[in-house]
C-alpha cells in the first residue's frame, strides 16, 4: 500500500498551548513527509466591541491578530519547519472561514488545537473545532491533552468497514509510523449478533460464527495496514457503544499521547442532535488527539 500523505496542510492557530501543540505536529509532519505548510489565523471583533469608534478597537484587535500570527510562524522556524504562506483573515463564523481556506489553498489535510470549552458551554454555543469537523471536506487532525501528547505512542482506530473508516486507519497509520506507535484497530457492535429460530431462541453457533468474521475481517485490514504502519496492528472487538469502546482503548495506553481516529459518514443537524455521531462523541470525549476523516474527502 503506496504513501497517500496529504501534499499540503494547513494549521489553524489562536496562540493557545494546543496550538503550539498542533504546530509540533504540523513540523513533525511536514518534515517526514515533504507536506507543504501553509498557516492561517481568523479573528473577529468580540460581541459588544462596537463602541462610539469603531476603527480604532478594529485596528486594536487586527494588531493583535497579526501578532499571534507572526509569532506562530517565528515558532515554527525555532522548530525547524518552514511556512509556504502564512494566512490572516477576519470573519465571525470561524469555522467556516477556516474551512474555506483549506480548500482555496488546496490543502489535504487541516491540522488545529482543541482547547475545548466545557460540555455546558459546548452544548450551548459549540465550540471551533466542532464546528470544522461537522462541515469539513477534508481530514481534520485535533491536537489536545498537553505536551505529552506529541509524538504519539499509540493509535486507536475505529473500524467499521465503511469507506470513512479505512481512510482514516491509512492515514493514521502513516501519521503512525512517522512517530513509531503502535495501532489498534476496534470493532464494534452495539449488540452482539442474535439469529433467531422461529423468532424466539437464540443460536449461539450462529453468534459465534459472525464475531469469527468479523476477527478474520480485522485480521485481513490489519494486514493491508501493516506496510503503512510497519508493524501489525492489534484488533479488538467490542460490544456496547462506539465512541466509549474507542476512548476506553485510549485510555488503556498512554491516554494523552494516543491517537484516536475515526471516520464520518456524516449526519444531519437533527440526528446529529439527537443521537450524536461516533466522531463528535469521540471529539468531546477524548483526552487526547483526535483525527476525523469525513465521507465526502
Not at 470561524?94 to 489535504?108: H, K, Q, R, T
Not at 482506530?157 to 503512525?176: F, N, Q
Not at 455521531?277 to 470525549?285: D, I
Request: aromatic letters at 4%.
Amino acid at each position: 500500500m503506496s504513501s497517500s500523505f496529504p501534499d499540503r496542510m494547513l494549521l489553524a492557530t489562536d496562540g493557545s498551548e494546543d496550538a503550539e501543540l498542533a504546530a509540533r505536529a504540523a513540523v513533525d509532519l511536514g518534515q517526514n513527509t515533504g507536506s507543504e505548510l501553509h498557516v492561517a489565523h481568523v479573528w473577529h471583533l468580540p460581541v459588544g466591541a462596537w463602541p462610539a469608534m469603531p476603527e480604532i478597537y478594529s485596528s486594536y484587535y487586527e494588531l493583535q491578530a497579526e501578532e499571534v500570527l507572526a509569532g506562530q510562524v517565528e515558532r515554527i522556524k525555532q522548530l525547524g519547519g518552514t511556512v509556504a504562506e502564512s494566512h490572516l483573515r477576519t470573519r465571525a463564523a470561524v469555522a467556516d472561514e477556516l474551512l474555506y481556506l483549506a480548500g482555496e489553498v488546496g490543502a489535504g489535510l487541516l491540522v488545529m488545537g482543541s482547547r475545548g470549552v466545557g460540555a455546558l458551554k459546548r452544548l450551548a454555543v459549540g465550540s471551533v473545532s466542532e464546528g470544522v469537523v461537522h462541515h469539513a471536506h477534508l481530514p481534520v487532525l485535533l491536537l489536545r491533552g498537553g505536551e505529552d501528547a506529541w509524538p504519539l505512542e499509540h493509535v486507536v482506530v475505529g473500524e467499521d468497514g465503511s469507506g470513512p473508516a479505512r481512510k482514516a486507519g491509512e492515514l493514521a497509520a502513516e501519521i503512525g509510523r512517522l512517530t513509531g506507535a503502535g495501532m489498534t484497530l476496534v470493532r464494534t457492535y452495539p449488540e452482539l449478533p442474535k439469529v433467531y429460530e422461529e423468532g424466539r431462541r437464540m443460536d449461539p453457533r450462529m453468534t459465534d460464527d459472525e464475531l469469527r468474521r468479523a476477527e478474520n475481517e480485522l485480521g485481513d485490514r490489519a494486514g493491508e495496514l501493516e506496510g503503512l504502519l510497519g508493524g501489525r496492528p492489534r484488533i479488538s472487538i467490542a460490544v456496547g457503544d462506539a465512541a466509549e469502546d474507542l476512548v476506553r482503548a485510549a485510555r488503556g495506553r498512554s491516554v494523552h499521547s494516543t491517537l484516536i481516529a475515526v471516520g464520518s459518514r456524516g449526519l444531519g443537524p437533527i440526528r446529529r442532535f439527537r443521537l450524536g455521531s461516533v466522531s463528535t462523541k469521540v471529539l468531546r470525549a477524548a483526552e487526547g488527539p483526535v483525527l476525523v476523516y469525513p465521507a465526502d474527502a
